[in-house]
């Protein structure tokens, strides 16, 4: 596949819709063409273990909005959402982890969204 792009989400804390970042890469030929990345509010806060792990915190999102305000500010972005997203190679626990992620998080929030394809 020489067309895709690739997300990454990091998470407040334990809760699966607590995404605080979300950065995606889009690749076009196998080169890199686009890269993004929003910071959000998570739902339920920062806890200690997440924010050591990445290094967000509270600070650097109490003035962010949660991930559907972030969604109606982004969805028409075609660069991200009329793509096909892909996990390259295998799928890791950790990518699977992060398809689950945005499975939740559609399904979280009042959002609707065009069916996407995923492939690995």
């Known amino acids: 596949m020489k067309d895709y792009i690739c ?15 979300l950065g995606f890469v889009k690749v076009i030929n196998n080169e890199i063409v686009e890269t993004k990345s929003f910071l959000i509010k998570p739902v339920g806060g920062h806890a200690p273990l997440q924010s050591k792990i990445h290094g967000i ?10 991930f559907g305000e972030l969604y109606q500010e982004i969805k028409d972005i075609k660069s991200i959402f009329n793509s096909v997203l892909s996990v390259p190679n295998t799928i890791s626990i950790l990518e ?18 065009k069916p996407f394809a995923c492939f690995n």
């Open 57 to 66: 915190t509270a600070d650097d999102t109490d003035d962010k909005s949660d």
């Open 96 to 113: 699977k982890f992060h398809i689950l992620l945005v499975i939740y998080l559609l399904d979280s929030f009042p959002i609707i969204f």
């Open 7 to 21: 997300i990454d989400l990091e998470t407040g804390n334990s809760k699966r819709v607590s995404a605080c970042a």
